[in-house]
């Protein structure tokens, strides 16, 4: 499986996720990251400044969460019949009929709350195979601060407002 954005928020668990469900797990990060993932149990990373397409090879799937262009060129990484899923505001940078034409699928991802996921998930947390890193914890009245965090781009982990007692 191969995870964009792989030391992000969402990246760093679905790294962990995949690796739970026994997953081979490449990641695209940049290089001062590559150490966090492989503690995370990343089998392979690519520097996010290199071009992930020229080495990338025959994955079965693949998770966007950058967008952009990104969508079009993971498509290149995949084997046929091969699942790119896009979890990124807005289109993923490609129609599902661009990839059915090229032998693959694409869907858009929503993250859906369920009981028997957040069952498995706890569990998960519990034993350690699952660890959450926060890169900031912030008082809830400065959440504008943490937009202005995110949306300035690279962070390894998760951003996190507290709220008061």
């Known amino acids: 499986m191969l995870i964009h954005a792989a030391a992000g928020a969402v990246g760093h668990a679905a790294v962990q996720l995949a690796k739970a469900e026994g997953a081979y797990v490449i990641g695209t990060a940049p290089a001062d990251d590559h150490d966090f993932l492989r503690d995370l149990g990343t089998d392979e990373l690519v520097d996010d400044t290199a071009d992930f ?17 990104f969508g079009p060129r993971t498509l290149g990484t995949l084997r046929p ?7 990124v505001p807005g289109a993923p940078g490609l129609a599902p009929e661009e990839a059915e ?3 693959m699928r694409c869907a858009v991802i929503t993250p859906e709350p369920s009981g028997e996921r957040l069952t498995k998930i706890a569990a998960l947390l519990a034993n350690t195979r699952i660890r959450l890193h926060v890169e900031a ?20 982990g998760a951003l996190v407002l507290a709220l008061p007692n």
């Open 53 to 69: 397409a020229a080495t990338v090879h025959s994955v079965d799937t693949a998770l966007d969460l950058v967008g952009g262009d």
């Open 137 to 156: 914890a912030l008082p809830f009245t400065d959440a504008a601060r943490a937009h202005e965090l995110g949306d300035a781009g690279h962070r390894k």
């Open 81 to 87: 019949g091969g699942l790119l899923l896009a979890a």
């Open 101 to 103: 034409a090229r032998g």
